[in-house]
């Protein structure tokens, strides 16, 4: 076989492909020409690309069977807009064999091309060609398009190299199982196990059915979290509801959250360091999921012999005993990626009830083990907890009766639990932590400290600030000042910052001499000590709202094509930030300014004045005015636009923290509270503002059933609530109620609220004033709005929100006119059939 990179570029009157040959390096150009395209295809040819299964590989197929430029433009926007190339109806009359693979598959969500280049030390510099040009492209542009075009073939072909164990691996287990080379290089790991256990897709209905194990001792787990677990029982809940739910609760002295996908606890900003009389042990369970795959029966019940797991966790075991690395490397993909197949409702390995049961009966039977050390042991200190193992402190003396409880646990569980024995410990918080063991080997957790390329889940690579997260490990190891590690590094790639807007944002700009300088969606970037150059900001896409991109400095300094030296950075930011982080592992807090009071510089004369309270406040709506924030919400007979709560909430928080405050919101049964508390002097200046809160009742269908239950009628109230106080708190402005509402019938049209919901005597009072009632809408009407929303509900529950947003308008379908009722419908209809929204 053949190993052939590519990629490609379309626009409205040319498209260009590019492939490298691996063996050789050589690249070959194609421009608008789809024989020579055709005679790049080998059948014994497999062709790499980023992205290419949901994009590049229908360009080709497009351009291999003569299609128009213009036609693959079509395709091209078809595709770019989210559409499926299989579902591309000019399409589905054409097929030849392309060997496709997609070394974007199994990659960190998320992780674009160009970030991946910038992570790796390459140019990032992007085309200046425009891709909306309504033209064929010059000789010029061809020519830098088609330059930008190799780079990136380069970039996926190191991408390649990186994960080169990935793609063996791969084709070792294809191999396995009989498996033809091509079909197990394209497959996800997950679509790749599937086949390797040769799944049939069943469906199934029992996926709430959860039974504790047998040998479960659930007398020993706190009731408030066997509580928690028990809501899968309650079917009034519904999935997309109860599986976002989590539980904390303090356990031995320390903060955890149980989930449906684990359990996590740590204690924060803490340091322990072994002695004669005191030891720090953490004990993890050996390969947690497979065993209890295993052990209990939770493989899914679409894999027809279960023998074909169970011999690939045999068999890696005495790859492990024979030393045959590769193999035992090869074995541990597919054992650890069924757990997560089983839960993807798009693999042939979907079971719900199984994978549901492994993932909490692994939390209980830890929990199990911990609570037994906790009672049994009087000196034992809880450091840390997640989903397959512990970490505590104990006096030595009481080491034996750990052991003793701990090898009763395994022989009751059947699970092998390993012992890391540790003389240093560092906990930030649950994600992250640094741990030396006696034997000397450093182990780090977390995005604090780690970096480079990342095997563990997804396939990552993070390159940023790499400078002070060694600065941070060479301090904690060997108590190396920062300013030490930080000074002395010469690689200027050590300081880089990739700065991403990420895919919900349309463009971004830097701010350079006070003006905004449109810049790349993906940018290196460096401290600098220049201050004409400022930060980066984000446009979001449907809103034009504008935050900063997270993490940079004030004055950023880009460089994109690699041409500062390590003369251009400002190191005493990355100092800065290496000491900051380096208190928050040891919990030390920043001190508050004298005075309690926080300086704020003016643009124009760089002078610090303090403000109070009210004072921050007026600043703040005077911001998010001048931010000139966009109302995406539509009231529903679509006359004007209202402000969601999405709209609100990130520019609000951006404004609340640059000037100094935070709000914070509160719900009794009646009244909804939002307190905005400056900061700097939280216990003494603050501002209330309060309004009343009624819940809204759950939807009831026309068949006397809920179709929302109580769980998200309250979400919605909270949410609706929520937006309400935000508006009075930052005094924004929408359209008068009454004016909007001149020329309409009563009762009046509905429109986004102005006040909170309606109690039920309140609503009785306005359905006696009302003047024309006989204008509400029929009780036929009402039963034909419920049932389109029911289908809508059903068809895309995403929906919902909005769903429950009108059942607040209309005060739970009793108060809508005839003309608003059909207006309505109309338009749920025309979602439902794939119309405008």
């Not at 590989?57 to 807009?81: H, M, T, V």
């Not at 402005?733 to 102005?754: N, Q, R």
């Not at 947003?805 to 108060?815: C, H, K, L, N, P």
């Amino acid at each position: 076989m053949r190993l052939i990179v590519y990629d490609v570029e379309v626009f409205a009157f040319d498209w260009i492909v590019v492939f490298k040959d691996v063996e050789t390096g050589t690249h070959t150009v194609i421009h608008n020409d789809s024989e020579a395209l055709r005679e790049c295809l080998y059948d014994d040819g497999i062709y790499v690309g980023f992205n290419s299964k949901h994009y590049d590989q229908f360009i080709i197929k497009a351009a291999a069977n003569d299609f128009s430029p213009q036609e693959i433009k079509r395709l091209n926007d078809f595709l770019i807009g989210g559409g499926r190339g299989w579902e591309y109806a000019p399409l589905k009359a054409f097929y030849f064999r392309f060997n496709n693979v997609d070394i974007r598959d199994d990659v960190q969500l998320g992780l674009s091309l160009k970030a991946i280049e910038g992570h790796m030390g390459m140019d990032i510099q992007e085309t200046e060609v425009s891709f909306d040009l309504d033209r064929q492209l010059t000789e010029e542009e061809l020519q830098q398009t088609v330059h930008y075009c190799k780079h990136d073939v380069d970039a996926t072909h190191e991408l390649m190299k990186l994960r080169a164990d990935y793609l063996k691996t791969k084709k070792n287990l294809g191999k396995r199982a009989g498996i033809d080379e091509v079909k197990s290089l394209a497959a996800t790991n997950a679509k790749l196990t599937a086949m390797m256990l040769r799944a049939e897709r069943k469906e199934w209905d029992d996926g709430r059915e959860y039974v504790y194990p047998a040998n479960l001792d659930t007398a020993v787990i706190p009731k408030p979290i066997l509580d928690f677990f028990e809501t899968i029982h309650d079917k009034s809940i519904p999935d997309e509801v109860l599986f976002k739910t989590s539980f904390e609760i303090e356990i031995g002295g320390m903060p955890c959250k149980y989930a449906w996908g684990g359990v996590h606890g740590s204690l924060t900003g803490y340091y322990e360091e072994a002695t004669e009389d005191r030891v720090i042990q953490n004990r993890d369970v050996s390969s947690l999921y497979p065993s209890l795959i295993e052990i209990y029966n939770y493989l899914s019940r679409n894999v027809p012999d279960p023998e074909l797991f169970y011999a690939i966790k045999r068999d890696r075991i005495q790859a492990k005993h024979n030393g045959d690395k590769q193999t035992a490397k090869d074995l541990k993909l597919p054992l650890n990626t069924v757990s997560g197949a089983q839960e993807n409702r798009y693999n042939d390995l979907y079971d719900p009830l199984p994978t549901r049961s492994l993932r909490i009966s692994g939390q209980l039977f830890l929990t199990v083990l911990t609570m037994r050390l906790l009672n049994a042991c009087k000196t034992i200190k809880l450091l840390n907890l997640n989903t397959d193992g512990l970490m505590y402190s104990i006096d030595k003396s009481e080491l034996a009766l750990v052991d003793k409880i701990a090898h009763a646990w395994e022989a009751e569980t059947k699970f092998e639990l390993e012992v890391d024995d540790i003389q240093r410990v560092w906990i930030k918080d649950v994600n992250n932590l640094l741990m030396i063991k006696t034997d000397g080997e450093v182990k780090t957790v977390g995005g604090y400290l780690n970096y480079g390329v990342s095997v563990k889940g997804a396939w990552a690579i993070n390159n940023n600030m790499v400078i002070v997260k060694k600065a941070l490990i060479e301090y904690f190891v060997h108590g190396t000042p920062v300013e030490e590690t930080i000074n002395g590094s010469t690689d200027i790639f050590d300081f880089q910052l990739i700065a991403k807007a990420g895919a919900k944002y349309r463009e971004a700009y830097h701010i350079v001499d006070g003006e905004q300088v449109p810049v790349q969606k993906v940018n290196r970037v460096y401290a600098t000590a220049n201050e004409r150059y400022g930060k980066l900001f984000k446009v979001k896409a449907e809103t034009d709202a504008t935050a900063k991109i997270e993490m940079l400095p004030d004055h950023c300094i880009i460089d994109n094509d690699n041409h500062l030296t390590i003369d251009d950075v400002d190191r005493t930011f990355y100092i800065e930030m290496a000491k900051k982080r380096i208190n928050d592992f040891l919990g030390i807090k920043p001190e508050k300014k004298k005075g309690g009071k926080r300086k704020m510089a003016t643009t124009a004369k760089k002078e610090t004045v303090t403000l109070n309270v009210y004072q921050k406040l007026l600043k703040a709506r005077e911001m998010f005015l001048q931010a000139d924030v966009q109302k995406t919400g539509k009231n529903m007979h679509l006359s004007f636009k209202y402000f969601e709560l999405d709209d609100i909430v990130p520019t609000a928080t951006r404004i609340f923290s640059e000037v100094g405050l935070i709000p914070i919101v509160n719900f009794t049964s009646d009244v909804a509270t939002m307190k905005i508390v400056n900061i700097d002097n939280p216990d003494e200046e603050y501002i209330p503002f309060v309004a009343p809160f009624n819940q809204i009742a759950p939807i009831i269908s026309n068949a006397g059933k809920q179709a929302t239950n109580e769980m998200q009628a309250l979400g919605s109230s909270i949410t609706y609530m929520r937006r309400y106080l935000y508006m009075i708190a930052l005094d924004i402005c929408e359209s008068d109620s009454i004016d909007s509402d001149i020329g309409k019938p009563t009762p009046a049209p509905v429109s986004a609220l102005k006040a909170p919901p309606a109690t039920p005597e309140q609503r009785q009072e306005v359905k006696q004033e009302l003047t024309a009632p006989q204008d509400n809408a029929t009780p036929l009407q009402i039963k034909g709005l419920k049932a389109v929303l029911k289908k809508l509900k059903d068809a895309d529950p995403t929906k919902e929100e909005m769903i429950a947003q009108i059942a607040v308008q209309t005060e739970g379908f009793t108060s809508i006119s005839k003309s608003d009722c059909e207006t309505l419908i109309q338009k749920i209809t025309a979602m439902l059939e794939g119309g405008n929204e």
